[in-house]
């Protein structure tokens, strides 16, 4: 387990008389989708933001590249290489699609403090920032303004903007949320292909992409694990049967 | 095309506001010339609000305060200078000054760390409690203004001369006006690069999704705050020259009606548009002119436009004109 990038250990977090995350102990090797699933309410999105820095702990350990990252707000670990995505899109509207993935750019580059120079004609954040729209299909949108493009594009720049942070570890949640068949379908593909640059903490409810993914699943019931395997332990897991898929399977 | 229309009329704008003053000075109307000059400190002291307000979606409600701390740096330095009293004798000695560059430089320095201080605090707040704040530090230093009577107290300060300015008679309307026009110039060069940089890019990010800007790695405080102090700088240079045009500083120039006339300058003129501070602020004082002279009133269909504009005109003058733009 020593290997693992991303490794949180009894990771505690209540709301109230909630309890969000109860003693959530999981990690995410490199080269793997780590899928986490759970029914609606399971805490799935609040352990991303525990992750992500968004949300502090209550107790329990989360360590990021061989360091305690407990202490470190959001800026601090998405600098370390924590890339998260949104499960509603989460992006500034007035820029144009480059405009949003740049800025993601200026962060891995630095210099934010530079005030004579145009952003627009720095090749050293366009050319990459543009290579990013190409690799997630995005590139004859990118003067288009981000409120203007459909949904499913807005999921595709989510990407593109995580991909821009050049990250050691990606945090999605729910990328195909509200995708049709088809993009869903192309997302699977891009994303089996990305866990050799990253390993990936996916959020999904979306059960075929995450069967065809994951390298391993964990399942997450009322803030607690109770289950952690490859798809077929899963699938054969008499708690998970009960707790989750067996209401629709 | 709107970007364009954009720069149409912003071509028109910027050669009303030189053309207007030639007119006067060969009809010989200085009266006219001295609105000029006025229509081109306040967009000054709008562009500076306009770089918090505008692009980083900062509502201060405060500031008059750097607006009047220029103000009283040159109404202070002059003083001491026409006075002959030096500001301080030990440890070393400190003369007053009537030359507008060692004042503006002075106005600069004592905006920027008065705003770094009033920044530091007020931006760790947000929405209403931010313009609350920035409204009550304004109104501390007003209160400091009219209670301290070594600068004249609640009667203010005269500027008997004009300062200077080297190759420049100041006191010559037409002169006055050209400096402050080129000043103008300068301030709006710098906001309109300052905006296309990578500082800009980052503080509208900042305006428009804090929570991206956190995801990306991109602390937006640190981001506010060097927006908050160069926009505080670029106002309070226009109140240096406000207090020069009048001759005059008081505490007038501090109080939250003022900030508040800078805020109506920006909205009116159309919020994060490069001219919107001009032609907001040359809209306020054609309107002031015209309608206060025949009525006392002449306010009242000013809130009635400032209505207009918040509910049907987002971009102010310069929106409606120019259209909608397509991104930042």
């Given amino acids: 387990m020593s290997d693992a990038i991303l490794s949180l250990s009894n990771v505690t977090k209540q709301f109230g008389s909630l309890l969000a995350s109860d003693n959530v102990t999981l990690d995410l090797r490199p080269g793997e989708i780590h899928a986490l699933i759970g029914p609606n309410g399971a805490g799935k999105s609040t352990l991303i933001k525990q992750i992500a820095g968004e949300i502090k702990s209550d107790s329990g350990d989360i360590h990021f590249d061989g360091q305690n990252i407990n202490g470190f707000d959001a800026v601090a670990r998405s600098r370390m290489g924590l890339a998260r995505t949104f499960q509603v899109s989460s992006l500034m509207p007035e820029f144009s699609v480059l405009q949003n993935v740049m800025l993601a750019r200026q962060s891995v580059s630095g210099q934010i403090f530079r005030i004579f120079k145009p952003v627009l004609g720095d090749k050293s954040l366009v050319e990459p920032a543009m290579a990013q729209l190409e690799r997630v299909g995005l590139a004859d949108r990118a003067q288009m303004r981000a409120a203007d493009i459909s949904h499913g594009e807005r999921r595709q720049l989510e990407m593109a903007v995580a991909l821009a942070l050049e990250p050691k570890a990606f945090l999605l949640d729910e990328p195909m949320a509200g995708m049709g068949p088809e993009g869903s379908k192309r997302l699977t593909g891009f994303l089996d292909g990305l866990r050799s640059q990253a390993p990936i903490l996916l959020v999904e409810h979306d059960m075929d992409a995450v069967f065809a993914l994951a390298d391993r699943i964990s399942v997450l019931v009322y803030g607690r694990i109770i289950a952690t395997g490859t798809v077929d332990e899963i699938r054969g897991n008499d708690d998970v049967k009960r707790a989750y898929l067996g209401e629709d399977a | ?324 733009r397509k991104h930042v």
């Avoid at chain 2, 002059?78 to 301080?88: G, Q, R, V």
């Avoid at chain 2, 931010?130 to 009667?155: H, K, N, R, V």
């Avoid at chain 2, 002169?175 to 080129?182: D, H, P």
């Avoid at chain 2, 160069?230 to 005059?248: E, K, Q, W």
């Fill in chain 2, 1 to 324: 095309m709107t970007m364009n229309r954009e720069f149409l009329i912003n071509t028109i704008l910027a050669f009303a506001l030189v053309a207007v003053p030639l007119i006067a000075l060969g009809m010989d109307e200085p009266f006219i010339i001295t609105l000029a000059t006025k229509v081109a400190i306040f967009a000054m002291a709008g562009v500076g609000l306009n770089l918090v307000l505008g692009y980083g979606g900062l509502v201060s409600f405060g500031h008059a305060a750097f607006f009047g701390i220029g103000g009283y740096a040159a109404g202070i330095l002059a003083s001491h200078a026409l006075n002959y009293e030096p500001i301080m004798e030990s440890p070393f000695l400190i003369e007053g000054t009537t030359q507008m560059i060692v004042i503006w430089i002075v106005a600069l320095i004592a905006s920027a760390l008065i705003a770094l201080v009033i920044g530091a605090i007020t931006l760790r707040t947000s929405g209403v409690y931010f313009i609350m704040i920035t409204l009550a530090f304004a109104q501390m230093i007003y209160y400091f203004a009219i209670s301290w009577p070594a600068y004249g107290g609640e009667d203010g300060l005269s500027i008997y001369v004009r300062n200077g300015f080297p190759g420049i008679n100041t006191l010559d309307p037409i002169s006055f006006f050209a400096l402050c026009a080129v000043m103008l110039a300068i301030t709006m060069v710098f906001s309109a690069v300052l905006i296309r940089s990578r500082f800009g890019l980052a503080l509208q990010g900042a305006r428009q999704n804090p929570q991206r800007m956190t995801a990306v790695g991109i602390a937006p405080f640190r981001i506010r705050l060097v927006a908050f102090v160069i926009s505080a700088m670029i106002t309070a240079l226009a109140g240096a020259l406000y207090a020069d045009l009048n001759r005059f500083v008081s505490p007038t120039m501090l109080s939250w009606h003022m900030s508040g006339e800078i805020m109506v300058f920006v909205i009116l003129g159309g919020v994060g548009r490069l001219f919107g501070p001009l032609a907001g602020a040359a809209l306020y004082i054609i309107l002031e002119h015209l309608l206060g002279g025949v009525w006392e009133f002449w306010q009242l269909p000013l809130g009635v436009l400032l209505l207009l504009v918040v509910l049907f005109a987002r971009g102010g003058l310069v929106g409606v004109l120019a259209g909608e």
